[in-house]
């Protein structure tokens, strides 16, 4: 049926947006959050600035500026795909969400952790890879989680700028078959089939390293 291979294109889009948001969420997200705890309080300031931004702003806004932004900033890149400034504004809203998660996460741990890591002559850093973010990403698994799940769902807004993921393609068959409803329903079944695993996948492994931590 040629309106499922329409589904299953758009199914396929939203799945690459979603992977590389992720992706590159969960990267400049835990960067970000190690400035917003860094010793230095200027690198704290320009941190907390970029998260004041992003979370005080809506990502529809986002993907119009770097949407268009880059564009006019750079008129060499007005060829490339639109699938690019997409996964930059996801990826820009999601490192915002993520730092939050992971400032959280690191402030949750003893401090004692740290001090006692300096004492064994490790460096700062060190301590912060080896000791204080395998807790602080205990701490923080459920909230990942959740934020992930977002990240699927808020790639829908991408349809407006023309990619076609799942939700540019169930608006593509509701004006095919002048059926406003059913197309929805599909898709909103299809991004429940994306997240229900995933929510289950992290509930499965934060089972996992709570018994870890009791055994």
Avoid: H, W
């Avoid at 076609?164 to 909103?188: I, K």
């Amino acid at each position: 049926d040629k309106y499922a291979q329409i589904f299953l294109d758009g199914l396929r889009m939203t799945l690459e947006l979603s992977v590389f948001a992720v992706l590159l969420g969960s990267i400049f997200g835990t960067l970000m959050g190690l400035l917003r705890v860094s010793a230095s309080k200027v690198l704290r300031v320009l941190s907390a600035v970029y998260v004041e931004f992003t979370r005080g702003t809506p990502l529809l806004v986002q993907l119009y500026l770097f949407r268009y932004g880059l564009i006019i900033a750079f008129p060499a890149l007005s060829k490339i795909s639109v699938f690019v400034p997409c996964i930059i504004a996801l990826a820009f809203n999601s490192t915002a969400y993520v730092a939050e998660i992971m400032r959280a996460g690191i402030n949750a741990v003893d401090a004692g952790q740290m001090e006692a890591g300096r004492s064994l002559g490790m460096t700062r850093p060190q301590v912060m890879r080896r000791v204080i973010l395998p807790q602080a990403y205990r701490n923080i698994l459920p909230a990942l989680g959740n934020e992930f799940v977002s990240i699927i769902k808020e790639s829908s807004i991408c349809s407006v700028v023309g990619v076609f993921d799942l939700m540019y393609m169930a608006d593509l068959v509701r004006a095919g078959t002048a059926r406003p409803f059913e197309p929805l329903l599909v898709a909103a079944l299809l991004y429940l089939c994306l997240t229900f695993p995933l929510s289950k996948l992290m509930g499965l492994l934060e089972r996992r390293m709570k018994r870890g931590e009791t055994a």
